[in-house]
């Protein structure tokens, strides 16, 4: 198909075919979805910080919690972008458990003396904390990889797990 101009493919992409009559007709405008009703949950950023210097969290709601010190949270660098993230609750005798599980590539190997928490930042600006300042702590395993292809990923594959009774809250201002 050919479009004369902008503004006649955009005014296609505002109608629809009536599957009735098969004719064309304009979408209502609380039906149109633009970019700015996309939710982009790649984790683009993640921040690191020893639990103990975890200070100034409160938790508003069940999903939500304020963090009044970020100066502690340091970005890890050289990570490979996009990072995943899971979290998956299970109910065990009526209570509540979630999982939360990030998994990252990155040439760091600073994960070995202590205990950390960590702040991961969706595309969409969002920030979910993985950990807390007291007890469960998240565990992080990292793998370091010697692969026997020159092609293949030299990457310490880090996978951090938290199991709490509490959903991992996003950090709202």
């Not at 930042?121 to 300042?133: F, P, Q, R, V, W």
């Not at 007291?134 to 990923?153: A, I, L, M």
């Amino acid at each position: 198909m050919n479009f004369s101009g902008p503004n006649e493919a955009k005014q296609r992409q505002q109608t629809r075919t009536d599957p009735y009559s098969s004719k064309r007709v304009k979408i209502p405008a609380n039906e149109i979805k633009n970019d700015r009703n996309m939710i982009l949950n790649n984790i683009i950023k993640v921040f690191a910080c020893p639990c103990e210097k975890l200070t100034g969290l409160s938790r508003i709601s069940r999903t939500e919690a304020k963090l009044s010190k970020r100066d502690d949270f340091t970005l890890i660098e050289d990570m490979k972008y996009p990072c995943q993230l899971t979290i998956s609750m299970k109910t065990d005798d009526k209570c509540r458990e979630y999982t939360s599980k990030l998994v990252l590539n990155t040439c760091e190997e600073r994960f070995d003396d202590g205990h950390y928490a960590f702040l991961c930042e969706t595309a969409d600006g969002e920030s979910i904390l993985i950990g807390s300042a007291d007890r469960p702590y998240p565990t992080v395993t990292v793998t370091e990889t010697h692969p026997e292809n020159g092609k293949d990923s030299e990457l310490n594959e880090v996978i951090v797990q938290w199991v709490s009774p509490q959903r991992p809250p996003k950090i709202v201002e």
